[in-house]
T-cell receptor, first 119, second 111 residues
Framework: GAVVSQHPSRVICKSGTSVKIECRSLDFQATTMFWYRQFPKQSLMLMAT?????????EQGVEKDKFLINHASLTLSTLTVTSAHPEDSSFYICSARDRGRGRSNQPQHFGDGTRLSIL | KQEVTQIPAALSVPEGENLVLNCSFT??????LQWFRQDPGKGLTSLLLIQSSQREQTSGRLNASLDKSSGRSTLYIAASQPGDSATYLCAVDTGRRALTFGSGTRLQVQP
């Protein structure tokens, strides 16, 4: 079945560090990938939509200069948290849908998430 | 703006019980609705996807129903087991391609 790989699974670093998270679709192509953030005991909130070959679309309240998204190929999107601070500590998770298949009957496939802890 | 609500927020049941988790959404114009399972500190596992034209989907002990006109979905778990303990999330695809999630139901099945 379709698999989305997310790396790293856990990051602990000092305040001010920039952290890059990778999201790969392993056996399908995705022109669009999504980045979500989840705070403890809360649901997933969409941060941005990553578009292959073009600029990402950010949700209201999400700083695009803080959360840099690059979608350089049909199987890879990266999220870079720049100059991370403790308030950026969260669970970040990406998802993708196979672009070659119909919209309504295809599930989104999620990575296993990245637990980011900023000290 | 689409809003998704899940009730109850938490549920604790003894092993073997049948249970129902509820999900409601405010905008009935959806492509599909998906139910996920999330274990603590982990990512999401897709359980069932119901297309907007469908009424229900079944997988093993799980059955999900969809009443699009009333903006409701239920996830029925038969003969619950301790291994079913997790947070269950419902999410709708409303045309923005990203999913809108509910806040989840934390299920604990007692042995």
């Amino acid at each position: 079945g379709a698999v989305v790989s997310q790396h790293p699974s856990r990051v602990i670093c000092k305040s001010g560090t920039s952290v890059k998270i990778e999201c790969r679709s392993l056996d399908f192509q995705a022109t669009t990938m999504f980045w979500y953030r989840q705070f403890p005991k809360q649901s997933l909130m969409l941060m941005a939509t990553s578009n292959e070959g073009s600029k990402a679309t950010y949700e209201q309240g999400v700083e695009k200069d803080k959360f840099l998204i690059n979608h350089a190929s049909l199987t890879l999107s990266t999220l870079t948290v720049t100059s991370a601070h403790p308030e950026d500590s969260s669970f970040y998770i990406c998802s993708a849908r196979d672009r070659g298949r119909g919209r309504s009957n295809q599930p989104q496939h999620f990575g296993d998430g990245t637990r980011l802890s900023i000290l | 703006k689409q809003e998704v609500t899940q009730i109850p927020a938490a549920l604790s049941v003894p092993e073997g019980e049948n249970l129902v988790l509820n999900c409601s959404f405010t905008d009935s114009a959806i492509y599909n609705l998906q139910w996920f399972r999330q274990d603590p500190g982990k990512g999401l596992t897709s359980l069932l996807l119901i297309q907007s034209s469908q009424r229900e989907q079944t997988s093993g002990r799980l059955n999900a129903s969809l009443d699009k006109s009333s903006g409701r979905s239920t996830l029925y778990i038969a003969a619950s087991q301790p291994g079913d303990s997790a947070t269950y999330l419902c999410a709708v695809d409303t045309g923005r391609r990203a999913l809108t999630f509910g806040s989840g139901t934390r299920l604990q099945v007692q042995p």
